[in-house]
Structures are given as C-alpha cells and as structure tokens.
C-alpha cells in the first residue's frame, strides 16, 4: 500500500504544475530594506510594451473638478494659500502653466521623462514672464520612493528658466509592490533666484497610449491637456527673492504624492442637521466598554474634497536640485566618501528617510500614511498597544477592545495619543479610551468611511467622574448625559490644537455637543484676550457629523513626515458665531 502522505504530495505537485502550464508567471521581488517590496522583473505584463505614455493631471484641476461637481463654490471652502516653504525659500503655487505635458515610463529600465513647455505668468496670471522647452529624466531606485528628473541636455543659458521636478512613485498593491506607473510629480522652476512650482499627478493606465508595440498592444488616449491653474495669489515683484505680500495665516502644509490611490470626490451632501439617534445605546451606568455597540454607530460623511499630496518638495534641497552636471558629479563622489567612512562606524540608530526624532528624541516610522482618511491605506504600521506597553501608557489610555485589530496607526497618531494622555491624565488622573484607529494594512473599516490611512482615532468624551469610557452624550439631537465633562472637553480641544507633536486638521463631534461646547466658551470669556485666536480656530475646525453623539473623531493633518498622505479640503464653519 502506497504512503498516503507521498500521494497527497503527488497530487498537490501536479495540481501545481498544472496550474503553471495555464498561467505562466515568474514574479521576482526584492525588499527595499524599508518593509517594502519592490518589482524587479513581473512576467505578468511581458505583453505589454515597456514604455507607456502617461496622462498628466494638475491637483488644482483635480481640486477645481471636485467643487465644480459638488455644486459648490471654491469659496465654500477652506483653501489655504498653496505657497510651500523650503527652508528659507518660498516655492510660489499658481503662476506657471505646464503646456503640452507628456510623461513617459519605461518599466523595465525603471526612466521618466518628462517634457513640455513651461511658462511663468505675471502676477496679472495673464501676461507672460518668461518660458522654456524643456525635457527632464530620471530613474527611480527601488531602494527609494522619491527621486528627482534633471534636464537630459546641458543648460547653457543661467538667465532662462530652469526646470527640475521631484517625483513620488505610489505604491501599487497592498503587497507592496512599487513601480512608478502612478507618480505624483512635483515641477519646480528656478527663474531670476525665484522659484515656482506645481503639482501632477500620473493618472491610473486603464487606458494608456502606448509608445511603439504591435498595432493590437496600440490604444488611442487624447492629448495631454494644457495644465492651468489659477488660483490667486499676491504680486511678485520682478527682481530676486520677491516675495508677495500675504495676510498672515496658519503654516500652510506643502503637499504632494499618492500611490495608487484613485480618489474620488465625497458625494454631495448639504450641510448636516441635528442627527438622527444611534442605533446603538451604550450603557452609562457601567464603567466599561460594548466595542459591538460602539460598532453599530455608522459615521457620517465629512463633505469633504480631496487636496494636494504632501510629497516631498518641501523637504528636497533646491541649491543640490539645481546644481550642474559638474558640480552633481563631484558632490556624488563626495558622497560616496562619507557613505564609505560610515560603513565601517556601528550605529544602531542611523537615520534614514523613514526614519525620524519625532519631538521627544525617539525614533520614529515616517512614510506610512497613504493616500486620504476615506480613500488611503497604511504601511508599516505603528500598533497602539505595543506603544502602550513600551513607554508605559496603560494608566491613562484604554484601548476599548485589546482584542481587536483596529489599533494601527501612524507614529504621529501614537506621540499624539501619547500626549492627549498625559493631557487628560493631569485631570485628576483621568484616562483617555480609544474605540479605534486603522486596521493593520488600513483600507475600509466599517462602518465608517474613513480610518483609513492611519490618521484617525475615536476617543471617548472626558467625564466628570472621570469613570465612563463612553457615555452616550448627545441622541437624537439634545444632550443625554449628566456626566459628561463640557469644560474637560474644551480644555482637552484646545490642547489638541495647539499641542506642537503633530497638528490636528479636524475634530468631528455631534451638533449638540458643539452647541453645548460654545456655551461654555463664552461663560468663561475664552473669546476675549489672549486666547480668542485659539478658540475661534478650535471651532472653525470642530464639524459636526453623524454618528459622534459617543466619542468625537480625531483627525491629524498630513505633514512631511507623512509624502504620501492626501490632504482634505473642508467646508468652512462657524460654530461659534460669538466667536
């Protein structure tokens, strides 16, 4: 009688080679050393040409679409200024045009090229300053997601205008698997010591035009539209360094990069009323947590608009970005002496691009926030619990369910945890509890639309008793619960925006709560002094949503740490008219 082990090996070999025989692929990958996997060779598109011409989109175009589809007006919103700061320089947004755009990827050699037209308006935004032709490469290493094009002919003219861009592939699965067929590409000009920029984005290749290949692998895709964009801005004098005289507001984020993120504008909805009650009521009169009712609580939409990507430009070094072909030459061999000497030092700690100091001189993941709150996913995910656990949290910050998987974040998300904590943990040693975060790879996470790329958390409201982790506080449109800690809650708030370890960009809460939170505001005089900055832009970006009569969502805002985090684009609140 033959081993009926060999003869399940038998069968489970043929099966395999059988399987081979009808779907032929050799797939190899290696790791990028970050978590990452990169393709090195997929026999899967050996039917395909190796280089694609890409269509080229303008985030602001992308931004304008959204509004104009939603009905709305750009007014409606809350559009910062776009210039991006660059150490001591300034990038200007909405000054150049980008026409006849072309973008072509070769997959095997891993090379983009980019090449147009580019020109530099006026501050009328009409009359033109100064243009040039321009075509600029470069390869992207698997070892690094970012990397920069450079002109393919040397520059012979130091007065025309200098073209440079810095690119951001996008990751293409939840596998990891990175090429650069969808990119955000950042163009930076240098025109008289000033420089100006402008975001693109490579489009999904559903429908690619394909360079070269047999006629049936040939696709017809229209031609790369002229990129304007026109947003306004103030004048820029002629001369060196101008810089346009602006009101003063909030540091703007220089935005940037994807992967391969396809966003979607949010569906139109008008501004919400009062809501309607859960469908879940959680016991106020026990001290603990019904994770499966808290489940049952769907979230509402936020209206928002996707943005621009946060990417990379804010952090690349314009003086290396424009340096000759000479002076590169010699500052990479400079560099590949340094790299040599600190190949033979030991240092457990080296800082790479992914990772950080974050504000308290720990080591940190960067780079893991991917796309937006409602259409992104994670990588590299920090886990609350292993945080907890690390730096000995477990006193001020309760996870609602230690078994479950929605605990994933950002590092960023974690140091803010961490010092909401503390914050709360001064309130007579009261605790913070989490209901969730992302899931471990992010993505969708019902019943919510968002929690998806690691930016989110629901926390419960603070108390007065300091003991129930999440009482129900607003139902139905008026408030419920005597325990409920307005003052707890608006000192917490204003901690929260104006804590310095990672900004916040949005608070969602119930109307009522909102209402009440107001209330409270103007008994103890917070709109008057010193603190009525503060406490107007608290309720410029609390926003009321569905679902949030339990627990208020905390939402971080995208930073550099984060290049290929998505920024949302907001309706404009006024919650607090005395305000």
Known sequence: ????????????????????????????????????QAITN?????????????????????????IEEKGTKAEDYVIESQNIKNGDDIMYVGYTKLKNIKSIYNRNTKELEVSGLAEIMNADKKTLRASQKFQI??????????????????????????VRAVVDCRQNSLEGKTDCAHAVIDVILKHQ????TEQLEATSLAKPKIIGGTDTQKKSAPNAPEVKIEITEPEIQNEVKNTPDQPAQPEQKKPVIDTNIIITPAASATTPAAPAKPKAVI????????????????????????????????????????????????????????????ATKKDAHAITPEVKKDT??????????????????????????????TYKLNDRIVMANTTSKNYYGTQEMMNVLEATGDKAFSYEQNKIYISRISAKNGGLLPPSKSHQNGMDADIGYPTVQGKISFPVVASGGSLQSSDF???KTLELFKFLFTQ???????????????????????????????????????????????????????RLRCTPNQPDCRYKIYKKMNNCAAG
């Not at 960009?505 to 009525?532: H, M, P, T």
């Open 1 to 36: 009688m033959k081993n009926p082990t060999s003869k399940i090996s038998t069968i489970l070999i043929s099966l395999v080679m059988a399987l081979s025989a009808c779907a032929p692929s050799s797939k190899r990958t290696i790791n990028d050393g970050k978590g990452q």
């Open 42 to 66: 997929n026999d899967d598109d050996a039917d395909l040409p190796p280089e694609v011409e890409q269509d080229l989109v303008s985030t602001e175009d992308s931004i304008q679409k959204s």
């Open 137 to 162: 490469k470069g390869i992207f290493n698997a070892e690094d997601s970012s990397f920069e094009l450079r002109p393919v002919t040397e520059e012979t003219d130091a007065n025309a205008v200098q």
């Open 193 to 196: 010591a000033n420089y100006y």
């Open 283 to 342: 016991d106020e009169s026990k001290d603990g947590i019904n994770e499966a009712a808290l489940a049952e609580i769907a979230e509402g939409d936020d209206d928002s608009i996707a943005g621009r990507y946060e990417g990379k430009a804010a952090l690349v070094k314009l003086v290396n970005l424009f340096l000759s072909p000479k002076d590169i030459a010699e500052l990479d061999a400079s560099d590949a002496k340094d790299k040599a000497t600190a």
């Open 360 to 389: 308290r001189g720990r080591l940190m993941l960067t780079n893991q926030a991917v796309g937006s709150p409602d259409e992104g996913r994670l990588r590299n995910a920090s886990f609350l619990k292993t945080h907890l656990d």
């Open 485 to 487: 800690s307005a003052a």
């Open 500 to 554: 310095n370890v990672s900004p916040v960009d949005r608070l969602f809460v119930d109307q009522a709560i909102i209402n009440k939170l107001c209330g409270v505001a103007k008994e103890q005089g917070k709109f008057r002094g010193s603190e009525k900055a503060t406490f107007v832009r608290i309720f410029e970006n609390i926003q009321h949503v569905e679902g949030h009569g339990n627990h208020y969502h905390l």
